[in-house]
């Protein structure tokens, strides 16, 4: 049978982690399920009307960031003819905090343009949030047909807030397995702009945008004690989101030959790069108080099969549960120092004891994972699983 699938998300070009992983899964659905017909209802700063030659889906811009009416997204459903399933990616810096979206999924049944909706809520708040409106957004999950999140802690905390169990499945976020590992250091170097020659001793990687929640202002603090060991080279790669965090790292830059900055947005190969050439990604985020995620960088990071530290940060939670010896109390610079030197130490035994962790990004590669969600597309529609899944 063929499955009319429409996800209102963002999508690349616009610079967003939401956007990117929509484009994986959708590039991960086709591959299994060619008769897929999938359209994207995008947010408009990625550009107009467009053909996506990676996924081979037709964007249709359809809303702008946290607007209060979704018409336009109404209007191209109705362009298209409707779809069996509308497939929302949720983040409330991308759909608000209102009740936009839920007016628009009640407005399109009313209209016969969806047969079923789906949410994947990439963030959910605790009770204790900071953020007004997000709670009484949630309060309305059950609004939805199911709802996708990505770990327990996002789970639980939607039961208890009263969404319907039933409602609520957990597919792990989707994991590209490293195809760089064979390239040699030097081209990676080189298609990175990095000079082969500044790579020095021990290399650590700490990919992602460059503002405070990814706590750069502990990596700080934490590396200076390694700064006068010429056997540490740290590599920090991604967009600035924060000027001020922007010229700390470029004052240690001035006065620490072995720290470099990478000032851009890194595709999803340039991430995968990146981690390819180091030898140890570091991960030290200190989250929103009371609000739940996980991490698209630690996916990238760990199908490269490096270790990687983290803090015990819950959008870390992934990092915890498969190698807790790893992470380091969130807002502890000297335990973070010391993490570091023990793993370049003990390098061999850290690779050995980070199995559990390879295991699982064999478990999430991105196939898996959209696997699931044909699963989820299927019993919703009341498809017999067999006739979109195979094992």
């Known amino acids: 049978m063929v499955l009319k699938i429409a996800f209102a998300s963002t999508y690349p070009p616009t610079h967003c982690g939401v956007g990117e992983y929509t484009r994986m899964l959708v590039v991960a659905l086709k591959s299994l399920y060619p008769k897929i017909n999938a359209f994207i209802l995008s947010d408009k700063r990625g550009g107009g009307e467009r053909f996506d030659e990676l996924a081979q889906v037709y964007v249709y811009p359809s809303f702008e960031h946290e607007e ?68 009484e957004f949630q309060r309305q999950l059950n609004k939805f047909d199911m709802v996708i999140v990505h770990s327990p802690l996002q789970e639980f905390e939607l039961i208890h ?21 064979w390239m040699p250091r030097f081209k990676l170097a080189k298609s990175l702009g990095i000079k082969e020659e500044q790579l020095l001793g021990f290399i650590i990687g700490v990919p992602g945008f460059i503002r405070q929640d990814k706590g750069l202002d502990l990596l700080i603090k934490a590396i200076k004690p390694l700064m006068t060991d010429s056997d540490y080279t740290v590599i920090v790669a991604g967009e600035v989101r924060d000027p001020d965090l922007k010229r700390e790292v470029e004052d240690m830059v001035k006065n620490g030959p072995n720290l470099l900055l990478i000032e851009k947005y890194l595709t999803n190969e340039e991430i995968l790069k990146l981690v390819a050439l180091v030898d140890a990604v570091i ?8 609000s739940y995620s996980v991490s698209g960088i630690l996916h990238l990071s760990m199908g490269g099969l490096k270790p990687i ?12 549960q498969h190698a807790p010896r790893m992470t380091v109390p969130v807002r502890n610079p000297d335990e973070l120092t010391k993490k570091i030197k023990w793993l370049r130490q003990n390098y061999d035994v850290a690779i050995a004891y980070m199995s559990q962790m390879y295991s699982y ?9 959209a696997r699931r969600h044909l699963a989820v597309y299927a019993y919703l529609l009341g498809v017999a699983k067999a006739e979109l899944v195979s094992d």
């Open 68 to 135: 209060p009416s979704y018409r336009e997204l109404l209007n191209n459903l109705s362009r298209i003819d409707g779809v069996d399933i509308l497939h929302i990616q949720h983040e409330y810096g991308i759909f608000g905090k209102h009740n936009g979206i839920v007016e628009a999924v009640e407005e399109a049944r009313r209209e016969r343009l969806v047969k079923k909706v789906v949410i994947t809520m990439h963030t959910v708040d605790h009770p204790y949030t900071l953020r007004s409106g997000t709670l």
């Open 161 to 181: 807030q009263g969404i319907d169990p039933s409602k609520i499945i957990r597919i792990p976020h989707g994991t590209l397995l490293n195809p760089y590992l």
């Open 283 to 290: 991960l030290p985020y200190r989250d929103r108080p009371a």
């Open 309 to 320: 530290i983290g803090t015990r940060a819950p959008r870390l939670i992934e990092l915890y």
């Open 361 to 369: 990004a064999v478990r999430t590669e991105w196939h898996r994972v």
